[in-house]
């Protein structure tokens, strides 16, 4: 961020504490940031003859915040051309970006200028976020005070999204209209609604009824997580579906706030649901049921004409209803298997020179798209439409990590960025026990907010074809609104500071501060955020001391090391603790002697391993890279019930190799490993490991195990090793090779992917 910027924003948290409690901002700077913001010394006062006044075409916009003002202040607003005490809306052609607006606020007026409605719209999001919190309770003899500023805006990318999946939970329409509402604000202009899958077929399809009838529901949901062991079921029938009716409602909510909706229909893959209602659109014809619980299924669409003719028909009907220039038709995680074993498929396959099942995916993909293009539509899907050669217009959602969008932008299509790594809502937020059930892996505020969209192997050009990031959240484990809304908030928040604010104005420590200060809004707006902010993080650096620290400013860390509970009169962190031996650290953040956020606990086990050198042949892949290769041996391990922690290390496809080396000639009694396993994530134990032991004078001992199969999620390894009873010996180097699991058989989840392999503490005593 600029020090301009920086300036600004300290000048804003100035005016938040003066003296005259009649002036306030109602955050100490907008979400997502502006591009440039300044405050002027002054303040506009609404009373209650203040007119919104529209010089120029911004009906739109006006009538949105003549709404919004309506219900807020409790009384009715003129509109009419005025000067002075005055909200006043004004053409600028000098504004080129489409979405771009500037603000200026003085004792006469508010004056929002746009070149576009789409740009004044925007600017009256800016606005509503300088109004006090709640506006009928901050009334003080019915005036109202926003600071006089100047603003200039405009995003850094044009597509800035949200995604719903709706299938595996369903949520009302009030409810995804308050979705909409929120990414309004945050001058979000995308909404991704995936709207079929395996467990749920959600929108009204009047020419094939059994969607509604049959693939809109399912027997039973599993309960409790994928990989528990045995897996449990309800006995509830559950489902629903989006008449056309309401899905017209909501496209035209959410039209009046500049978002764009974009429907999935998937495609060739998770079908069952559709299958389940149509089984003569399956390879086998044989009847499935709605799955019951999550994960990649075998079913899928055969390459006949009666499918392409359903999906025709399906299609037609969905581009009836949305107006959207883009239509999602899914193309991932479709396994081969039932083509492989179809006469059908295999005589598409023979009939049109296709080299093998991943081309036939490519045919698929290629014949839905020239059907949508000759519509006047462009498809998205997401990366693995890449394999097998990617059709011609295609735009590509990347989740599968950048390795897919940098392929597609090389070769000149566009790309929207989703990441795993920093897109997936569904992923924990906290490393806290308490955290409500998600599927796994690890995405805290700050790793979102540090997002950067653009891979750094593309040239200026080549990134251009990056439309722009999308956070998305898969339900799977998200059962009410609120769920989804303590997954989305506050990550929403960063991830539209991502779409919209240029990388040079970016901050996390303002960031925070104006999250902090969010908090409010959301109250005030009924969502049910989580508050991450007064959590304590640990880590071990490299001086071998425990470093505590939080994100909010102007707190105290206080912590005791012998596992008691910290209070007001514990110990106050100021420097690092060593590391000596084990310790039972808790810690909390505190303001006036009060604990604000949860006790932050973390075990330290001091062994032989802490403290040496190590190396790793590879490197943890980016979503997964734990703590780095120094977290395998810094005596802490990683959590019992998820993969995704600051302490496991993930690695996909890779064989690998840890060298650790001791300060000095190191007596070894017993190693322990531990391996995560779940398959639901692809993640497999390997199938054995050795070890190489390099002793005092150089020779080596060499060892292999095999590891044993186990449904088990934590898979703990105990190495003992021989010990002569004439000598003791001593070790300068131990070597571990873990060769991966391979690639994940037919029949199970991921099936034809390099399995991951993930890897806690190795401790050494």
Request: charge should be negative; include cysteine.
């Amino acid at each position: 961020m600029s020090a301009r910027f920086l300036i600004l924003c300290s000048l804003i948290l100035t005016l938040l504490s003066c003296r005259e409690p009649e002036i306030k901002l109602s955050s100490p700077s907008v979400i997502p940031a502006p591009q440039s913001l300044q405050v002027l010394p002054g303040r506009f006062t609404i009373d209650q003859s203040t007119v919104i006044s529209n010089a120029d075409d911004f009906t739109h916009s006006v009538n949105f915040l003549k709404s919004f003002l309506e219900v807020e202040t409790n009384r009715s607003w003129e509109t009419k051309y005025a000067t002075e005490n005055v909200i006043l809306f004004e053409f600028d052609p000098s504004i080129t970006a489409a979405e771009g607006y500037t603000i200026e606020t003085n004792a006469q007026q508010v004056l929002l200028k746009a070149s576009t409605d789409t740009g004044a719209f925007y600017a009256v999001q800016t606005l509503i976020q300088l109004l006090p919190l709640e506006l009928k309770k901050s009334k003080e003899n019915h005036l109202l005070h926003i600071p006089a500023v100047a603003i200039k805006d405009e995003p850094r990318f044009s597509y800035r999204g949200m995604h719903l999946d709706v299938s595996r939970h369903l949520f009302d329409v009030e409810f995804i209209k308050k979705y909409i509402d929120a990414m309004a604000l945050l001058k979000m202009n995308t909404f991704h609604w995936h709207l079929t899958d395996d467990q749920g077929w959600r929108i009204e399809i009047k020419r094939y009824p059994k969607l509604q009838e049959i693939a809109a529901y399912r027997d039973s949901t599993l309960m409790g997580h994928y990989n528990d062991s045995p897996r449990l079921y309800d006995t509830t029938k559950y489902g629903g579906f989006y008449t056309q009716e309401e899905i017209r409602e909501v496209i035209a909510f959410a039209k009046a706030r500049h978002i764009n909706i974009i429907p999935e229909i998937e495609m060739p893959g998770h079908a069952q649901a559709a299958i389940a209602a149509y089984p003569e659109l399956g390879c086998t014809r044989e009847k499935v049921n709605v799955a019951t619980e999550w994960g990649v299924f075998e079913t899928i669409y055969c390459p006949n004409e009666k499918t392409f003719t359903f999906l025709e028909n399906v299609l037609d009907e969905v581009m009836e209803l949305f107006p959207s220039s883009y239509i999602h038709i899914g193309g991932d995680e479709a396994p081969k298997t039932q083509w492989k074993t179809s006469a059908i498929a295999q005589q598409v396959i023979q009939e049109n020179g296709l080299k093998d099942e991943a081309e036939l995916q490519s045919y698929f993909i290629q014949r839905m798209e020239n059907y949508v293009n000759s519509k006047g539509r462009n498809i998205i899907g997401w990366d693995e439409i890449l394999e097998g050669g990617l059709a011609p217009n295609a735009t590509v959602m990347s989740w599968r990590g950048t390795t897919g969008a940098v392929e597609a932008a090389k070769s000149g299509h566009d790309v929207i960025m989703t990441p795993t790594s920093h897109s997936y809502f569904d992923y924990y937020q906290s490393e806290s026990d308490d955290e409500p059930t998600a599927i796994g892996g690890f995405l805290p505020l700050e790793k979102v907010y540090n997002f950067n969209p653009i891979p750094k192997e593309l040239t200026a050009e080549e990134a251009k074809h990056i439309l722009g990031p999308q956070g998305n959240l898969w339900t799977e484990y998200m059962t009410t609104s609120d769920q989804v809304e303590y997954m989305a908030f506050p990550r929403m928040l960063a991830m539209s500071e991502v779409a919209w604010t240029q990388a040079e104005n970016k901050n996390y420590s303002s960031f925070i501060n104006r999250v902090e200060y969010f908090h409010q809004r959301m109250e005030v707006l009924d969502i049910n955020y989580a508050n991450h902010l007064y959590e304590v993080k640990g880590f071990l650096n490299d001086q071998q001391q425990y470093k505590l620290s939080t994100a909010s400013l102007g707190k105290e860390i206080r912590f005791t090391t012998d596992g008691s509970k910290p209070t007001a009169t514990s110990a106050i962190y100021k420097q690092a603790i060593p590391f000596t031996k084990n310790l039972s650290i808790n810690a909390g953040v505190f303001k006036e002697g009060k604990l604000l956020g949860k006790v932050f606990k973390q075990q330290l086990l001091y062994h032989k391993g802490v403290g040496a050198t190590i190396t790793i042949n590879k490197e943890p892949n980016k979503s997964y890279p734990g703590s780095g290769a120094k977290g395998l041996i810094n005596g802490i391990k990683g959590s019992d019930s998820r993969y995704g922690d600051s302490e496991w290390l993930g690695f996909w496809g890779d064989d690998i190799e840890i060298e650790i080396t001791f300060k000095e000639p190191t007596e070894i009694n017993t190693i322990d490993l531990r391996f995560y396993h779940g398959p639901g994530q692809w993640i497999y134990t390997p199938k054995e490991f050795e070890l190489f032991f390099t002793l005092e004078l150089g020779d080596t001992v060499y060892d292999r195990r095999e590891i044993k199969e186990s449904e088990n999620n934590i898979i703990k390894i105990n190495y003992k090793l021989y010990k002569p009873k004439s000598i003791t010996p001593k070790y300068n180097k131990l070597k571990i090779t873990i060769p991966n699991y391979g690639i994940i058989r037919e029949g199970k989840q991921g099936a034809g992917n390099k399995a991951w392999t993930f890897i806690d503490e190795i401790i050494i005593n």
